[in-house]
């Protein structure tokens, strides 16, 4: 009897052991079972997502940026106008100098001794002239009282009017000599800078050779090549805003080119700046920005809201109403223009449509989203941020 009793505790053991292990196993399955049927209930909850209705638009408006470059009005390369050696330099180059100042001057030593003896020969001449008077006087009053001929008083009229000539010809010699010494200086023909100086004192220089480059300081103004189309949407006196870094510059325009350039094939547009030229200098270049409207029907949309599509075409997410609720819907679009942070598309779309504004990346179509509120598109795409 002991040893059948022990034979069946030794049988309930191992069937215990082998039955046991099953019993958990199937426990722990019913477990992970349970907890992803949990967690896939989780995952299918309708996605939050942040939407806004499209304003469709019979057209829009391009912004592009033309560059302009400031020149100075007035650029000269003054130089004496006759030769000689250089004898003094009163300014050098990056001085900023005024209207009818004394640049340089040549050595006039030649000049002076022949003004002096100019001088010496016009007073000879005047006191020859002034003898030749006093004789005709006295001629004609000879002739006068029948004391001489009026041959004599022909003669002496003559060489009066001979020695007033030889005073005239030297006070135009002594005239010349003075323009010249005039032309011996050079005197700075408007105000500027000086941005070049090309000879040294006593550097002999041939009549005309440019001793300074002097640069207009003021009245600066600024050239744009455009094309002719949109060069001819500017007039003549209208007023412009050109920008560099945050600055703004304003001016009027001064000119527009008739002849197009042989190589970009633009014409010139002259823009005279306004009193905030002085923190300018020539060389700078601004930005010009030019508008131009284009007649197509869409709609602006941010940049977040496509998401890549078929046949170069993008994907806008539409919104359709399900109970509570929306389901993804879509919609192939062009995009016919693009910005740093919109686009303008165009596609089967209809005015007022609810679409997703961003997160794109997370959804896919035909599923559900539950939609956190909506906002205005159109103040969203209106905004500084777009070029």
Known sequence: MVNQSSHSKTKLTLLLAVVLPFILLGGLLYAAGHGQQTEGETVHQPMPVQAGHLQLQDSYEVERLALAKVESPNLAQVGFELSGKVKTLYRDEGEQVNAGELLAQLDTARIDAELMQLKASLERTRADARLAALTEQRVAQLVARKLDSAQRLDEAKEALAAAQAR??????????????????????????????????EGTVVAAGTPVFTLQQASGLEARLALGAQDASALTVGQKVTMYRQGEIFDGIVKSIGRHRALD???????????????????????????????????????????????????????????????????????????EQDRAFVSGALADNTPLVLNGTQRLVPGQLVSVQGFTDVLAMTTGDGHE
């Open 264 to 338: 970009t094939r633009t014409l010139d547009v002259m823009v005279s700046l306004d009193d905030q030229s002085s923190l300018l200098v020539p060389g700078d270049l601004l930005e010009f920005k030019l508008h131009k409207k284009v007649n197509q029907r869409g709609a602006w949309v941010p940049r977040q809201a496509l998401s890549t599509g078929v046949r170069g075409l993008w994907n806008l997410y539409l919104l359709e109403q399900v109970e509570q609720n929306h389901r993804i819907r879509p919609q192939l679009v062009e995009v016919l223009h693009l």
């Open 167 to 200: 005073v005239k010809e030297t006070e135009a010699g002594v005239a010349r000599l003075q323009v010249e010494l005039e032309k011996s200086r050079i005197l700075a023909p408007f105000s500027g800078t000086l941005t070049s100086r090309r000879v040294d």
